[in-house]
């Protein structure tokens, strides 16, 4: 028998699998950040800083205001952290590493398999790249390029130094040493990771099983999409993986209201260790590239939510703005915030704000919390609303009125 989970209480379980609604009070370090990190398997990178990098974001939205170089300390230390393509370019717990071997085998096979791949011109910039590690040890691409560097492309300007270390970073032959200045620290994989690290194969059944498994954990009731999504799993192996870890009894099948086509009930996953909460107290932004969202279809399933980035649209085209954070209160998706850190004036720039249909009538109130707390994380000394969407009235109205006493604050970011 396939038991039966409405919709509302997936959105609790999908919340609290992801961190929310248990946030203990006090200071937040490097502990509770790197069990944040643990529990969510990876941060997702991604170099817009409009507001604030994605990474940082997550552990603010679920643990409230903490100090972001503690953050940089555990994610900087190859010993504990390392970056690879698991979901996009991530940052991952460097034990998870060898779950990606096979990745790093397919890139070189297709690779050697692609006549016009990239490598195959440039054998002797990568042997040069190599060379240039080994004597040197790790270092920035921006400290080994050369006269002989072509920029190319409107966004991204790579030039072949670049280029190669990205070749030989997806194929597994160098790894990340820390960032400088947000910068990747490129480093020879030997001379890096963990000699046992570097000797290890798991089976690219056993990875998938894993990775499946881990994806479970954090989602806490998922579809085979969802699964597949989250470390970027093909569809055949996500479905094996399924079937073993429901047979070993980590995973149960239930069926969930709405989430199949046409509105019919959908099959779904259970991990057997999720919680099942009756009520998720949260009030967040939440980054475009966080767990929660980073699915734009699981993110319009579970909270009728749809979600596009609009960062490279052309601005005339733009519905809500160009950096827009999903809002969160208790276990729905209430409304959506266009912020900007204008780091030179000392101001939190909220050049947009929408609110969701059935948004509670206190919505305002408790985003204007949460903003008064991001500034404060921000290090800005105040919040501006620009008159543009549904809520900014009420949020330039809310931020403008008296702070509330204590006992009749809205809940702090991340709080549960």
């Known amino acids: 028998m396939v038991n039966s989970v409405s919709p509302a209480l997936a959105r609790r379980i999908a919340l609290a699998a992801q961190g929310f609604g248990r946030s ?23 170099s817009v800083n409009v507001f604030e ?6 552990a603010f939205s679920r643990l409230g205001v903490y100090d972001k170089s503690q953050l940089d300390r555990l994610t ?35 690779a050697a398999a ?21 004597t040197s040890g790790p270092l920035p691409a921006s400290a080994i390029e050369h006269d002989a560097n072509k920029r190319r492309g409107p966004w991204w300007g790579w030039s072949d130094v670049k280029t190669g270390l990205e070749v030989l970073f997806r194929w597994g032959e160098v790894v990340s040493a820390g960032r400088s ?28 099983r894993e990775l499946v498994a881990h994806a479970a954990r954090a989602h806490g009731i998922a579809t085979a999409k969802d699964l597949a999504d989250y470390f970027r799993l093909k569809t055949a192996p996500t479905l094996h993986a399924i079937t073993e870890l429901e047979e070993r009894g ?86 959506r915030v266009d912020l900007k850190s204008d780091r030179q004036a000392g101001v939190l720039r909220v050049q947009a704000a929408w ?40 949020l330039a109205a809310a931020l403008a009125a008296p702070l509330p006493s204590a006992g009749d604050a809205p809940a702090r970011p991340g709080a549960g």
């Open 24 to 46: 203990p009070a006090g200071p937040v370090g490097i502990r509770r950040l790197d069990a944040l990190i643990r529990r969510l398997g990876l941060l997702q990178i991604d």
């Open 53 to 58: 990098r994605s990474h940082y974001l997550p």
């Open 76 to 110: 900087d230390d190859p010993a504990r952290y390392t970056e690879y393509w698991a979901h996009e370019a991530s940052f991952l717990p460097l034990a998870t590493r060898p779950l990606f071997e096979w990745r790093m085998r397919d890139f070189r096979e297709r």
């Open 114 to 134: 692609t006549d016009d791949h990239w490598s195959h011109a440039n054998r002797g910039m990568l042997d040069w790249l190599r060379a240039e590690l080994a």
């Open 181 to 208: 200045r947000f910068e990747r620290v490129y480093a020879l994989a030997e001379d890096v990771l963990p000699a046992e690290l570097l000797g290890m194969e798991v089976p690219r059944t056993d990875a998938h």
């Open 250 to 335: 980590d995973l149960v099948p239930v069926e969930v209201a709405g989430w199949g086509r046409n509105g019919a009930p959908g099959r779904a996953w259970l991990h057997r260790d999720a919680r099942l909460p009756r009520r998720i107290e949260a009030a967040a932004i939440l980054s475009p590239f966080d767990p929660v969202v980073w699915e734009r279809a699981r993110a319009e399933r579970l909270f009728g939510f749809r979600y596009r980035i609009e960062i490279y649209t052309p601005a005339p085209q733009r519905v809500f703005g160009y950096y827009v954070l999903p809002v969160l209160l208790g276990d729905r998706l209430v409304g």
């Open 355 to 394: 609110t969701e249909p059935g948004a509670p009538a206190h919505t305002a109130e408790a985003l204007a919390c949460v903003l008064r707390a991001t500034a404060d994380w921000q290090g800005l000394g105040d919040v501006e609303v620009v008159p543009r969407g549904t809520l900014a009235g009420p």
